[in-house]
């Protein structure tokens, strides 16, 4: 059989989980034929990691500029797109309309403008889109779908969901180009697409209302200095200032993070290291969103990028009991160590409370490696020999879709003080208007 071409856009730190998996892990099923970036240097670094790492033959390398050059010359089957979030709808609609396949980072976009772009190139060619949701992949997310699907405790009425971020996870967002909505959404849509997508997951449902409150109650150069700093920098790279900031990354001490962004910066201009006490950020990094669903069922979520832990809690309430899964993961910054170490699970419990009977703790199977697990089983799903999948965990465009507009409707709600109705944003295939 033969092995199915790969071209891979937008080379920054989440990229090298896709690229090591074809070069390593599904090697006999597929081969990466193209690499595609703004910054010169960082595709010469990725080359270099896979001659060296992986005895990979050097890829040709094409500017961002040169995707229809690089579609045309290499042949993918497939284009795999791990650019900045607001650019992704741009690969994907060009990389379809040219005849490929798309493998999507998460958000898959960031807007309602976008996301219809998208929507309506995929009824215009026919061609297919995965996002990749890790997150449904991970052992205890699986089993809670499972859990749901077998009516343990019922139909779902209500979910109250805590996603919680620390200040070495959740502070990486306000040093990156994340801190400017109009590149990540937002919080709302760049993280917390993972669990507005779990929810609809879990639930087999999708959003139709959605009310939400937030605001930038911890970063930012204001709120730091109401609490009495007044030391600032505009960056840690060669500034007094950040000395002995517990919040600095000195990207110096890190290869990775040298190679990757030191290095390239005078190529583009993107500072990786920017103070997350700065000025001109534009995300909260507070947050609180009620939904309410299709199903019936009510949400209450909660994210917060500043807690000294991470991880997560979700409560169900069912019409036959209650359901709680606890997750705390370890701690990491994006492209500071192996990706394999990203989401880490140090403990994790699903805990179920029967409405008449005693509660028990619900053997939740063994996951190794970055996000709970749910790495590993999603890259076979997407490079490797997929298996029949009860769970229907591969996800698609719809389930992209309907993920980012909880969010998307969120910050609307945020702007506007009103609720939003979901469908009032996009005209999706199948989907009713409220």
């Not at 700093?229 to 790279?237: D, I, L």
């Given at each position: 059989?033969?092995?199915?071409?790969?071209?891979?856009?937008?080379?920054?730190?989440?990229?090298?989980?896709?690229?090591?998996?074809?070069?390593?892990?599904?090697s006999?099923?597929?081969?990466?034929?193209?690499?595609?970036d703004?910054?010169?240097?960082?595709?010469?670094?990725?080359?270099?990691?896979?001659?060296?790492?992986?005895?990979?033959?050097?890829?040709p390398?094409?500017?961002?500029?040169?995707?229809?050059?690089?579609?045309?010359e290499?042949k993918?089957?497939v284009?795999?797109?791990?650019?900045?979030?607001?650019?992704?709808?741009?690969y994907?609609?060009?990389?379809?309309?040219?005849?490929?396949?798309?493998?999507?980072e998460?958000?898959?976009?960031v807007?309602?403008?976008?996301c219809?772009?998208?929507?309506?190139?995929?009824?215009?060619?026919?061609?297919?889109?995965?996002?990749?949701?890790?997150?449904?992949?991970?052992?205890?997310?699986t089993?809670v779908?499972?859990?749901?699907?077998?009516?343990?405790?019922?139909?779902?009425?209500?979910?109250?969901?805590?996603?919680?971020?620390?200040?070495?996870?959740?502070?990486?967002?306000?040093?990156?180009?994340?801190?400017?909505?109009?590149?990540?959404?937002?919080?709302?849509?760049?993280?917390?697409?993972?669990?507005?997508?779990?929810?609809?997951?879990?639930?087999?449902?999708?959003?139709?209302q959605?009310?939400?409150?937030?605001?930038?109650?911890?970063?930012?150069?204001?709120?730091?200095?109401e609490?009495g700093?007044?030391?600032?920098?505009?960056?840690?790279?060669g500034?007094?200032?950040?000395?002995?900031?517990?919040?600095?990354?000195r990207?110096?001490?890190?290869?990775?993070?040298?190679?990757?962004?030191l290095?390239?910066?005078?190529?583009?201009?993107?500072?990786r290291?920017?103070s997350?006490?700065?000025?001109?950020?534009?995300i909260?990094d507070?947050?609180?969103?009620?939904?309410?669903?299709?199903?019936?069922?009510?949400?209450?979520?909660?994210?917060?990028?500043?807690?000294?832990?991470?991880?997560?809690?979700?409560?169900?309430?069912?019409t036959k009991?209650?359901m709680?899964?606890?997750?705390?993961?370890?701690?990491?910054?994006?492209?500071?160590?192996?990706?394999k170490?990203e989401?880490?699970?140090?403990?994790?419990?699903?805990?179920?409370?029967?409405?008449?009977?005693?509660?028990?703790?619900?053997?939740?199977?063994?996951?190794?490696?970055?996000?709970?697990?749910?790495?590993?089983?999603?890259?076979?799903?997407?490079?490797?020999?997929?298996?029949?999948?009860?769970?229907?965990?591969?996800a698609?465009?719809?389930?992209?879709?309907?993920?980012?507009?909880?969010?998307?409707?969120?910050?609307?709600?945020?702007?506007?003080?009103?609720?939003?109705?979901?469908?009032?944003l996009v005209?999706?295939?199948?989907?009713?208007?409220?």
């Open positions: 059989m033969a092995k199915k071409r790969y071209a891979q856009v937008g080379l920054g730190g989440r990229a090298r989980m896709y690229y090591k998996a074809i070069a390593k892990e599904f006999e099923t597929s081969e990466l034929v193209a690499l595609c703004i910054n010169r240097t960082r595709l010469e670094y990725a080359n270099e990691v896979l001659e060296n790492e992986f005895g990979y033959n050097r890829l390398m094409y500017g961002a500029d040169e995707l229809e050059k690089m579609i045309e290499t993918p089957d284009v795999i797109v791990t650019s900045i979030d607001r650019t992704h709808h741009r994907i609609i060009k990389a379809m309309e040219m005849g490929c396949d798309v493998i999507s998460k958000p898959m976009t807007d309602a403008v976008k219809q772009e998208i929507v309506d190139c995929i009824q215009r060619t026919g061609k297919n889109l995965r996002v990749t949701f890790n997150y449904r992949y991970a052992p205890h997310n089993k779908r499972e859990l749901i699907m077998n009516d343990t405790i019922g139909k779902i009425t209500q979910v109250h969901f805590e996603w919680i971020l620390n200040t070495s996870h959740g502070a990486d967002y306000f040093r990156r180009w994340h801190r400017d909505k109009r590149n990540s959404g937002g919080m709302l849509v760049h993280k917390s697409t993972h669990h507005f997508d779990l929810v609809n997951f879990w639930l087999g449902t999708y959003p139709k959605v009310f939400a409150y937030g605001d930038l109650k911890f970063y930012g150069r204001e709120n730091a200095e609490r700093v007044t030391k600032f920098y505009s960056r840690v790279h500034q007094k200032n950040a000395e002995g900031d517990p919040f600095a990354l990207m110096e001490d890190n290869e990775n993070l040298k190679r990757l962004y290095d390239a910066e005078h190529e583009d201009g993107y500072i290291d920017q997350v006490f700065g000025d001109n950020i534009s909260e507070t947050m609180n969103v009620l939904v309410r669903y299709a199903s019936g069922a009510q949400l209450s979520y909660s994210l917060n990028t500043y807690s000294p832990w991470e991880g997560f809690r979700v409560c169900f309430t069912g009991g209650r709680e899964l606890d997750v705390k993961e370890a701690v990491y910054v994006n492209a500071g160590g192996d990706s170490n989401g880490v699970v140090n403990s994790k419990t699903i805990t179920v409370y029967p409405l008449f009977g005693a509660p028990y703790n619900v053997e939740i199977p063994a996951g190794t490696g970055a996000h709970g697990g749910g790495d590993a089983v999603l890259l076979n799903d997407l490079f490797g020999t997929p298996v029949e999948d009860p769970y229907k965990r591969a698609g465009y719809l389930d992209g879709a309907l993920s980012i507009l909880t969010g998307i409707s969120a910050n609307k709600s945020i702007s506007t003080g009103m609720p939003v109705d979901v469908m009032s005209d999706l295939p199948g989907y009713r208007k409220i």
